[in-house]
């Protein structure tokens, strides 16, 4: 079988994917604002939740298997392991951008601020910014191997600021809170209220994997079509 | 009595959802564009 045979089914199994993620995530709304319960002290922006946490998951999730393939393309130098950390990394951007955009709408009526620089938004931001340069630096790098091997190194580098932004609740003190759902006491959250979370969490993993198999897929065809004129010039 | 604050979290629901949607779009159109 073909690359591009490959390239277009992993793409075709990556657009049905991502159609069921946005049924799933117009299902989440309509669960999280006429089906979840007001939370009493905080109103109606507590229910921003429903899509920051899932959107902070899905960028972590996003960062890590970077990380890991860009491990592995260091490892094995495979051209593979090298697109899938750039759908990964490009796609991990996407939901940074909805974590951090959607954050502030929740922050503004609950801390009376749109933005505060305690160690978790400013982690955080570092890490959306490094991914931005990861993303930059692969654009502004002709020659293949040397723009695989510089990025991994980067991918590498966030993968180990992951952890550290997740336990900068705990190191610091921060306006942020701590995690409900992924901390050693366990759940503290009422069970309508976490089913709602744990339908986003599986929206956005769904819509990761949906959106990381077609960014694949595209790099795929577009790295033929380069060949192929290439080859004809 | 919880404050009157859902207008923050319309706005929210509609940058998360614009975001999401527009990157499918532009994933869409790539598509058509490479096959």
Known sequence: MTDR?????????????????????????VRAMAF????????????IMYVHVPSAWAAGVAIMLTGLFSAAYLWLRDERAD?????????????GTVMLGTGPFWAKPVWGAWWVWDARLTSTL????????????????EDRG????????????????????HLTVYMFRTQHPEPVVLKPEGVTMPGSMLATLLVGVVVFTVLY???????????VLD????????DAA | MPPDNGA?????????????????????????KLK
């Not at chain 1, 075709?12 to 799933?24: C, E, F, H, K």
């Open chain 1, 223 to 230: 790295d033929l079509r380069q060949e192929e004129m290439y």
């Open chain 1, 36 to 47: 979840t319960p007001l939370e009493v002290r905080q109103g109606a922006a507590q229910k």
């Open chain 1, 83 to 95: 697109r899938a950390a750039a759908a990964s990394a490009e796609v991990g951007i996407l939901f």
């Open chain 2, 8 to 32: 923050y979290m319309i706005a929210a629901y509609i940058v998360g959802g614009v975001i999401v949607l527009a990157y499918a779009v532009y994933l869409f159109v790539m598509a058509r």
């Open chain 1, 209 to 219: 994997f949906g959106f990381v198999m077609q960014r694949y897929g595209l790099t």
């Open chain 1, 146 to 165: 040397m723009r695989a091997r510089f990025s991994a190194v980067v991918g590498l580098m966030g993968l180990v600021l992951v952890p550290f932004v």
């Open chain 1, 126 to 141: 570092f890490l959306y910014l490094l991914f931005v340069g990861y993303l930059i630096l692969r654009d502004s790098t």
């Open chain 1, 5 to 29: 045979t490959n390239a277009l089914r992993l793409l075709s199994r990556g657009q049905i994917l991502t159609v069921i993620g946005l049924i799933g995530f117009g299902f989440l709304i």
